[in-house]
């Protein structure tokens, strides 16, 4: 008898403390992470310069711009979006059509990104210097008042590396495919006239390389910092007047101070900034090519950037 009274004891002295470790664990569990929200980073931002010398195909001499620009960038758990509209208003040496006023072009492109990593729910695309490899897609679409009335319509495919550096840089290797519109009709400026009409040029597919970066500069004591982007365009084939188009290079980098945290107020809201741009066989043609040159911009501008 008492033999039993002992293994019950036993028993329920082993249950207790099984009880009681679960209970233990139980009270030292990690609780559940968070979800990530939807935006893990967003800004908007509106933003004017004047370009003091910008070119355009088939114009004699520099052109005067003023430029606002709506910019919105954000990151997601699975991707990207970058969305960029650009309102030009040239003076009177890129006139508008039918006029001595400067021509208006609206000018917007969005790229988006499409994490590996997310896609493969691992970080089977981080190693070594890689932080991601996406997919990657956009376009671009403009529309301007002058005579010639162009209308680009641009889509673009393929993959994007960001490198895991102390700022951004990311280098995007994509397809491109362009149709536009041409609306000269007069010899011997009608760049797209064939068979007594006009013809709208569609353009071979082709290679486009896009590089963006942007770098803090603490190492200055300013809240300062450099960004910008390089494009690489290949050949698309024939102009509307059945000129081979050529590599196009643009490389816009700007010089970034945070005015805002500056003068102590809230940081990310007011910037000022200086920027260049050298942009050689612009839309594709060659001065050669082009009887008034027009074709290679090489500019200093400045500007300032309100984010919302």
């Known amino acids: 008898m008492t033999s039993k009274i002992l293994l019950g004891a036993a028993a329920a002295l082993a249950f207790a403390a099984q009880a009681s470790a679960a209970d233990l664990g139980a ?3 990690a609780p559940a992470p968070a979800p990530l929200p939807y935006f893990i980073f967003a800004d908007t931002q509106v933003s004017y310069f004047f ?16 430029v606002v620009s709506i910019t919105h960038f954000d990151v997601t758990k699975w991707g990207t979006n970058f969305v960029n509209i650009d309102f030009k208003k040239s003076n009177s040496g890129d006139p508008a059509n039918g006029g001595k006023d400067g021509a208006l072009e609206v000018y917007g492109l969005y790229r988006g990104t499409v994490s590996g990593n997310f896609l493969a729910g691992s970080k089977a695309f981080s190693f070594g210097p890689v932080k991601d490899i996406s997919l990657a897609g956009g376009f671009d679409a403009n529309t301007k008042n002058t005579t010639f009335a162009p209308q680009k319509r641009l889509l673009v495919g393929g993959i994007k590396i960001d490198f895991d550096v102390p700022g951004v840089l990311g280098v995007a290797v994509l397809a491109g495919k362009e149709w536009n519109h041409c609306g000269l009709t007069v010899s011997p400026y009608a760049y797209c006239v064939g068979a007594g009409k006009t013809t709208d040029p569609e353009f071979d597919v082709n290679a486009h390389i896009e590089v963006n970066y942007m770098q803090p500069l603490a190492f200055t004591g300013l809240p300062l910092r450099f960004s910008g982007f ?9 102009n509307g007047d059945a000129s081979t188009t050529k590599t ?15 003068a102590g107020y809230k940081a990310n809201t007011i910037d000022t900034f200086v920027g260049y741009r050298y942009w050689l066989n612009k839309f594709g043609n060659a001065s050669k090519d082009v009887k008034s040159g027009g074709t290679i911009e090489n500019m200093v501008y400045v500007g300032a950037a ?3």
Request: aromatic share 2%; net charge positive; glycine share 6%.
């Open 27 to 29: 009270k030292k569990a």
């Open 248 to 262: 196009e290079i643009l490389s816009d980098n700007r010089l970034t101070l945070d005015v805002g945290k500056l």
């Open 306 to 308: 309100f984010h919302m």
């Open 51 to 66: 370009e003091t010398a910008a070119k355009e195909p088939a114009i004699t001499g520099p052109v005067q711009k003023h």
């Open 230 to 238: 390089t494009n690489v365009v290949t050949p698309k084939g024939k």
